[in-house]
């Protein structure tokens, strides 16, 4: 099994930045992909960012690139998620993903492991 744990959400000014983090730990995910989704209150849960294995390859929403960054650290079996020029529609809980193989896939259904998820507010 897998264990994912965000860190890194919290408050902030429209205009401004956040770093989320995500500790996955209970096995090696050098090989997989991993990912960040987020969920607004009454909305479907969508995605954001992916990342292959190596960190070679990144995905973004179309409408987040540019503003967000997404990179890992295999050693340190972590994914980091730079949120620059934040926006109030940015508001939700972001969860960090992992579990499938290709860094493509968008559709949330396809991958099996979660996080709490960390909750990103961004005021006008």
């Known amino acids: 099994q897998v264990q994912l744990v965000e860190s890194g959400g919290g408050l902030v000014q429209a205009g401004g930045s956040l770093r989320l983090s995500c500790a996955a730990s209970?096995?090696?995910?050098?090989?997989?992909?991993m990912g960040w989704f987020r969920q607004a209150p009454g909305e479907e849960r969508e995605f954001v960012a992916a990342?292959?294995?190596?960190?070679?390859?990144?995905f973004y929403a179309d409408s987040l690139k540019g503003r967000f960054t997404i990179s890992r650290d295999n050693a340190k079996n972590t994914v980091f998620l730079q949120m620059n020029s934040l926006k109030v529609e940015d508001t939700a809980v972001y969860y960090c993903?992992?579990?499938?193989?290709?860094?493509?896939?968008?559709?949330?259904?396809?991958?099996?492991?979660w996080g709490q998820g960390t909750q990103v507010t961004v005021s006008s």
């Open positions: 209970g096995r090696t995910l050098s090989w997989n992909a």
């Open positions: 993903a992992a579990g499938v193989n290709s860094a493509a896939a968008t559709n949330s259904n396809e991958w099996a492991y």
């Open positions: 990342v292959s294995r190596s960190g070679g390859l990144t």
